[in-house]
């Protein structure tokens, strides 16, 4: 039976397309926070990666009060990376809107996450976002989202979706762009017409599923999920079960709590359709159920799509291992890879044979750098290698991850983006003028995207806008040419010298700066020839009285190139290393000495 005074919305969109910046709007409108109340921007985006890269990479849920209606509303990620995200919390929707840029119009992770909206057969509301962008244009927007609807295969209640226009970020919606809005009460009215109230049996034995998982310091694992049969209570007593398992313990439910607004409110009971989160069960997972012991049924499992890329965590063993990070050991590393994993489905770990490596599967570069990120600022100090993608058996033939990658560059810029991903094995399927801008699509090799995003910036003068999406999966297409510069690599400890970077300039550019402490064997440059470059950046001007050393201030150095994470993850090969602590990122070679990696590169060419 329907339960009327529920709705459960997801909003999806691709990324900066203004979701979490809709919901602060949606916040002040109904009242949710005091007039006196502090409450940042984009409330829902709380980890500082987040904030700082604009994009939201966890899933949460929040609740808003509107005409006597609780409408549950699920933020989703746009990144694809985080698709798993994406995947899990549809299952507490019964409907999502779709935020689209008003001139950007659909982009590959519009696609994504709306294929699988698809997939769970909800309906779907349009809102067309930025309307006062000064290069709006809703009407074809408005089409090709239509055409997007059809090209995923949707049916013909999908089809006849609801569309509404607005600003998130001023706070108002309209039916009619010809008719003027001040408030967001349009969006409001559309959502208890068009979202279907939760068919919900709540007088049923209890059926509750986890669909996300969070953690609390004093509360510990909280499952997230939604009531799907009978009424939850809080210290009842359940059996904790999954179609893929047989057995079912019984434990109890210490705390249950609903989400007001951005906070937890403890409840003595949640009944059927409505998000409960559930904490006192350490031992649940994504995809788990909770029932009466007498009537076991687990709900379906939530299925997941694999990852596409892996790499390899080392526990650092550089010179300079142990003096900047906290944890450094592989017993650490791997306990906080394992709570990594805990929490986030979409990661899968894999023990090596060596006791101080462990391989780590995701859904992309972003994916796995976000987590590299959160463990430098924990204190973690560890090495990476080279990201690699998964290659897949499929009836006897090896096949690898293709993307759908949508460039925006400036249309003087196009042929080079072409040419270059071209090169790469990247299929140009769809190109489209938006102003002074070329959207150009591309069937690609995953294996074609890794470090293509610097590239790209290059071409184009560090215009180029790169989105991309998993597609498919097709046979290997073969080599693809990766970095055509060898390396700059120092070749004894110290600091880096004004003096000798000034001598050495003409080999190429640098990536440290004066005063850097180096070792033998860390990456210092990239050298303008194809072959790596072994040289001494700590060289000193010997002194006479003949020569003053205040002549060292005269030295002209060029600026040193300085890579974010994700630029130094696709710059490294596989003999190189990212090292990674809560202060540095340092670029080095697996093996330090000059004369063991000559030898082992003599090895390589014997037996080719």
Known sequence: ??????????????????????????????????????????????????RERG??????????????????????????????????????????????????GPMPQTRFVLSKAFEHGLPALVMINKVDRPDARAGEVLEEIFDLFVDLGANDHQLDFPVIYGSGRDGWATRDLETTSDNLQPLFDLILESVPAPQMNSTGPVQFQASTLDHDDFLGRIAVGRVARGVLQREGRYALCHPDRDDAPVLPVKNLFRCEGLKRVPVEQVQAGDIAMVTGIENIGVGDTLCPAECIEPLPAIPMDEPTLSMVF???????????????????????????AARDVALVLVATSSAEAFEVKGR????????????????????????????KDMDGTPCEPVERATVEVPAENAGKVIEYLGRRRGEMTHMDALGSLSKIEFLIPSRGLIGARTA????????????????????????????????????????????????????????VAPGTPVYEGMIVGENNRAEDLALNVCRTKKLTNMRASGRDDNAKI????????????????????????????????????????KRERKKVNSTV
Do not use: C
């Not at 560890?382 to 290659?391: C, T």
């Not at 970095?483 to 010298?497: A, C, K």
């Open 1 to 50: 039976m329907p339960s009327p005074q529920f709705r459960n919305l997801a909003i999806v969109a691709h990324v900066d397309h203004g979701k979490t910046t809709l919901v602060d709007s949606m916040f002040a409108f109904v009242g949710t926070f005091r007039e006196n109340q502090q409450v940042r921007e984009r409330a829902l985006d709380s980890s500082d990666q987040e």
């Open 55 to 104: 994009i939201t990479i966890l899933a949460k849920n929040t609740a808003i009060e509107y005409a006597g209606t609780r409408i549950n509303i699920v933020d989703t990620p746009g990144h694809a990376d985080f698709g798993g995200q994406v995947e899990r919390t549809l299952t507490m929707a019964d409907a999502v809107l779709l935020l689209v840029d008003a001139f950007e």
């Open 314 to 340: 080392y526990v650092n063993n550089s010179p300079f291992a142990g003096k900047e990070g906290r944890y450094v050991t592989s017993r650490q590393i791997w306990a906080r890879l394992q709570k990594a």
């Open 364 to 391: 992309g570069v972003m994916h796995l750098s976000v987590l590299i990120e959160n463990m430098r600022r924990e204190g973690f100090e560890f090495s990476v290698g080279k990201p690699h993608v998964i290659i």
């Open 456 to 511: 790209l910036l290059t071409l184009s003068k560090g215009e180029a806008i790169l989105a991309h999406v998993f597609d498919r999966w097709e046979p290997d297409g073969g080599p693809i040419p990766r970095r055509t510069n060898g390396v700059l690599v120092g070749d004894r400890s110290g600091d880096v010298i004004p003096y000798a970077i000034d001598g050495l300039q003409d080999r190429g550019i640098f990536f």
């Open 558 to 597: 060029a600026p040193p190139r300085i890579m974010s994470l994700e630029e130094s993850l696709e710059y490294i090969e596989d003999d190189e290393l990212l090292e990674v602590t809560p202060s540095s990122l340092r670029l080095r070679k697996r093996m330090l000495n000059e004369v063991d990696r």
